[in-house]
Structures are given as C-alpha cells and as structure tokens.
C-alpha cells in the first residue's frame, strides 16, 4: 500500500534559518504529492503541490521538488520566520479512488 | 464564500453515548472524506465517500458510521462502540476523484472529549 515518511520533530530552527523537512513515499502508479501546514487548534491547509516527476511546488517561500528517482518531496524554505511554527504534513494521492495518505507530520517552531 | 464547515468545534461526551459530528461544504465537491487526528499519529481515514448515497470504509471505520444523503453534507456519528474516541476530528472534501492533482480542503476540526 501507499505510504509516506517524514522526519520526525520537534524541528526547531532560529528565526532566519534554513528549512530542510525530508519527506520519502512509497506508492504504486505516479502519484501527485502535497504538503499541508495545520497551525494550533486549526484544520489542515494545502502550502504547495506537484503532480508529476520534477515538478516544483512552491508557495509564500516554500519550495518541494518531486523526486521520482529517490521517492522524495523534501520541503525547503531559505529563511524561516516565527509565524511558520505549525505542523507540517507530507502527504500523496494516487490509486483508483483517489485516497490521500498523510504522513505523522513534523511540529515546526521558529524562536526569535 | 465557499468552504467546508465543521460544528461544534468542542464537543464533550459521556461513555456509553453516541454524538454526531457535522460537517457542510459549499464548494461543489463529489468526494467527502473523515480524518480522525492523534498526537504523533498523523492523520487516518474513517470514512470516504466518492458521491451522494455511496461511502466506503476507510482504515479506522470501527466503531464510526456515516450517511451521505446530499452531496454537500457527510456527518459522522461516533458510537459507543468506538473504545478511544477522544481525539481531533477533521472532514475534507475535494473534486471527483478522477483528478488526481486535486487537493483536498479541510474543515477546521472537531475535538471531540469523552468525560
């Protein structure tokens, strides 16, 4: 079956540092590939996709190449600012009815 | 504005009791889906449904029933039967299921406590 690995946290940067989240799937078929950012109490909203090998998502500084050749989708982003603490969610979407598989998520938090 | 709305946000329960979860999208979507949230678990499936009258078993479905007799609502009702049902609740809906770059948009969860 579909699955999906991320590091695990807490991740915890300065503010202005750099971003690496790893994040590895295994599915059949292409799959497309997201990642979902959930700040506290709050539901889960889409930060950036990609849909086929190669493709980079990218959305407010965040950035994720879909890498067929390593089953990987590692979120970057250059300079972290304390409003990024949150939890971050990999998560794929392939198969006949189309059922997204999330991964455990990494909590983020930025410190001034 | 479109959206999907999950009510109540707290819900508190007494063992032994069934409750039902809303959750109303306006965005026009087929699929409906119901996630269940625990502290370093990530999210799991409980129930899918692909369009109106029609949902499958997701992989947490014991102890959970659904209904979708319209397509912009899919309530969830926990039952006693479901033995560790304290936990954050989240329902998402996305475009027919053939779109496989189609997100899927969340509600804004239910946590649902049992005393």
């Known amino acids: 079956g579909n699955s999906v690995t991320q590091m695990e946290g807490p991740v915890t940067l300065s503010e202005e540092a750099f971003l690496t989240i790893n994040c590895t799937y295994t599915?059949?078929?292409?799959?497309?590939l997201f990642w979902y950012v959930q700040y506290p109490g709050e539901g889960l909203q889409l930060l950036l996709k990609a849909t086929k090998a190669d493709d980079k998502g990218s959305n407010k500084g965040f950035e994720a190449t879909y890498r067929k050749e390593t089953t990987s989708f590692h979120l970057e982003k250059g300079s972290v600012q304390v409003s990024d603490s949150a939890v971050y969610f990999c998560a794929l979407r392939s198969g006949g009815y189309q059922k997204v598989t999330f991964g455990t998520g990494t909590k983020l938090q930025v410190i001034p | 504005d479109g959206g999907i709305t999950q009510s109540p946000k707290y819900l508190f329960r007494k063992e032994g009791q069934n409750v039902t979860l809303s959750c109303e999208q306006n965005l026009n979507h087929d699929a409906m889906y119901w996630y269940r949230q625990d502290p370093g678990q990530g999210l799991r499936l409980i129930y899918y449904s692909q369009i109106v009258n029609d949902f499958q078993k997701g992989d947490i479905a014991e102890g959970y029933s659904v209904s979708r007799e319209k397509k912009e609502s899919f309530p969830l009702t926990v039952t006693s039967a479901q033995k560790n049902p304290t936990a954050f609740y989240l329902c998402?809906?996305?475009?027919?299921?053939?779109?496989?770059?189609?997100?899927?948009?969340f509600g804004q969860g239910t946590r649902l406590t049992v005393v």
């Open positions: 599915a059949t078929g292409y799959p497309s």
């Open positions: 998402a809906s996305s475009i027919a299921p053939s779109g496989a770059g189609a997100e899927a948009f």
